[in-house]
């Protein structure tokens, strides 16, 4: 299962979990990095703290206070991590990644800046919350699941829903050392680069890249078909022409699914055609 994890995702979660592992050797109490010198230099400080450097920015995103904190964002990380780093490529995933890891940290500077209070900042919370905007974005009419209700609901929902519980959270629950501003933030940065690669789509990281994977897919398939190929019998004509019929009709079940995507995305595919182009991107 491991293997099957895109490589920027994986790589992420293996250097968050690490990084993790660090802190318990280097703490007595994980809950308070700032007390070994890993949590001290890699924390991101309020701006005018002497101990604030610029590539906290980046190492704050990789540092967290308890087992839940980093539980909880490894698994949403790699829940939607997966699905829009197959689908953006890993360029433009780790690049959107990390931008919105550092618009939360400047979102969290910000508040810091209005409400007098300077505790480090850590966490992975903002850059995969922009994950999860990414993905509602994307796939805003997927269902999916959310603990406790006991249907789906649109992807889309699913966002505004965690966006409302964050901003609610940051009004009400002032003073409770969570980061709730920064949050949002990521997914306030989150959606700015995706309008901007969505109005700039000549660029390398545009959102019509994920045509792409689709033709992946198509190229997979075509090798999986060649390769499992058998040996008909011989002199056994009848399997060659049953053979031939049968490729040739797989081939135009997925070329037509591909046009369709491409003439009107993938959210205009039914189930069974999801179902179908999933089935051929799993057959190498």
Same mark, same amino acid.
């Given at each position: $299962?491991?293997?099957?994890?895109?490589?920027?995702?994986?790589?992420?979660?293996?250097?968050?979990?690490?990084?993790?592992?660090?802190?318990?050797?280097?703490?007595?109490?994980?809950?308070?990095?700032?007390?070994?010198?890993?949590?001290?230099? /890699?924390?991101?400080?309020?701006? =005018?703290?002497?101990?604030?450097?610029?590539?906290?920015?980046?190492?704050? =995103?990789?540092?967290?206070?308890?087992?839940?904190?980093?539980?909880?964002?490894?698994?949403?990380?790699?829940?939607?991590?997966?699905?829009?780093?197959?689908?953006? /490529?890993?360029?433009? +995933?780790?690049? +959107? +990644?990390?931008?919105?890891?550092?618009?939360?940290?400047?979102?969290?500077?910000?508040?810091?800046?209005?409400?007098?209070? +300077?505790?480090?900042?850590?966490?992975?919370?903002?850059?995969?919350?922009?994950?999860?905007?990414?993905?509602?974005?994307?796939?805003?009419?997927?269902?999916?699941?959310?603990?406790?209700?006991?249907?789906?609901?649109?992807?889309?929902?699913?966002?505004?829903?965690?966006?409302?519980?964050?901003?609610?959270?940051?009004?009400?629950?002032?003073?409770?050392?969570?980061?709730? $501003?920064?949050?949002?933030?990521?997914?306030?940065?989150?959606?700015?680069?995706?309008?901007?690669?969505?109005?700039?789509? /000549?660029?390398?990281?545009?959102?019509?890249? /994920?045509?792409?994977?689709?033709?992946?897919?198509?190229?997979?398939?075509?090798?999986?078909?060649?390769?499992?190929?058998?040996?008909?019998?011989?002199?056994?004509?009848?399997?060659?022409?049953?053979?031939?019929?049968?490729?040739?009709?797989?081939?135009?079940?997925?070329?037509?699914?591909?046009?369709?995507?491409?003439?009107?995305?993938?959210?205009?595919?039914?189930?069974?055609?999801? =179902?179908?182009?999933?089935?051929?991107?799993?057959?190498?």
């Amino acid at each position: $299962m491991f293997q099957s994890i895109p490589k920027i995702t994986k790589n992420l979660l293996i250097i968050n979990v690490l990084v993790f592992i660090a802190l318990l050797v280097t703490t007595p109490d994980y809950r308070h990095p700032e007390y070994s010198v890993l949590g001290m230099y /890699g924390s991101l400080h309020y701006f =005018q703290d002497p101990s604030f450097h610029l590539y906290q920015f980046i190492t704050y =995103q990789f540092l967290h206070g308890g087992w839940s904190h980093l539980f909880f964002n490894m698994f949403a990380l790699w829940m939607f991590g997966c699905v829009i780093e197959r689908i953006w /490529g890993a360029k433009k +995933y780790l690049i +959107y +990644y990390l931008l919105c890891g550092i618009g939360a940290g400047l979102s969290q500077e910000v508040v810091q800046l209005l409400t007098d209070s +300077y505790n480090p900042t850590i966490g992975a919370s903002g850059a995969v919350y922009g994950i999860l905007l990414a993905f509602g974005m994307t796939f805003p009419e997927e269902r999916i699941f959310i603990f406790p209700l006991p249907v789906p609901i649109k992807a889309k929902w699913f966002v505004c829903i965690y966006a409302g519980i964050e901003l609610f959270s940051a009004i009400s629950s002032a003073g409770d050392d969570v980061a709730h $501003m920064a949050h949002l933030g990521g997914m306030l940065f989150g959606f700015l680069l995706i309008r901007y690669w969505q109005k700039h789509p /000549g660029s390398d990281f545009d959102l019509g890249s /994920g045509q792409q994977y689709f033709a992946r897919m198509k190229r997979n398939f075509e090798q999986h078909q060649r390769q499992r190929r058998p040996e008909p019998r011989s002199g056994s004509k009848e399997a060659d022409m049953e053979y031939n019929a049968r490729k040739r009709q797989n081939q135009e079940e997925v070329d037509r699914i591909l046009d369709k995507i491409r003439k009107s995305g993938y959210d205009s595919l039914s189930k069974d055609e999801k =179902q179908r182009l999933f089935d051929a991107s799993r057959e190498r």
